[in-house]
């Protein structure tokens, strides 16, 4: 099967979609995590930092989220979300992919935090992150530039 992944900014035009994806995408993981979110608290996320939000587009079609910060000599994955319907089909490891490169470009290392219960956590072993640290709810992963 052949695709293009492309991003482009997301604007306020998009707000709706996005706050549709990360409840379609987080809800069950965040209640599994005890964390019950109503529509204006996933707002709140869905904006917090809006200014680095991607969309990710298949073949021009919105599918997901890449929100990624710069943070000391890293590269923060801040949220990154993909619609269910497209989910295990290769796509997160190819966004991931591109990320790493662009990573190894820089000489940066990769971040991010993911919810115990959330099964992107194997992508992210298989790509090669390690979990550093970890807290009630969540593991603080890190994919340093000396392994990608």
């Known amino acids: 099967m052949s695709y293009t992944i492309t991003f482009k900014q997301a ?10 994806l990360r409840k379609l995408s987080m809800t069950e993981h965040l209640i599994g995590a005890g964390i019950n979110l109503d529509d204006s608290q996933h707002l709140e996320r869905v904006k917090d930092h809006y200014h680095d939000s991607k969309l990710i587009l298949l073949d021009d079609e919105a599918i997901g989220i890449l929100k990624l910060g710069n943070i000391e000599n890293r590269l923060h994955i801040r949220q990154f979300q993909l619609l269910p319907k497209v989910q295990n089909k290769g796509i997160g490891g190819k966004v991931l992919d591109a990320l790493i490169d662009r990573a190894k470009q820089k000489g940066l290392d990769i971040s ?5 219960n959330n099964p992107a956590k194997s992508l992210y072993l298989r790509k090669g992150f390690n979990i550093v640290e970890q807290d009630r709810l969540q593991y603080f992963m890190r994919l340093s530039k000396q392994s990608n």
């Open 112 to 116: 991010l935090y993911v919810l115990k």
């Open 11 to 20: 604007t306020n035009e998009h707000l709706d979609f996005l706050l549709k």
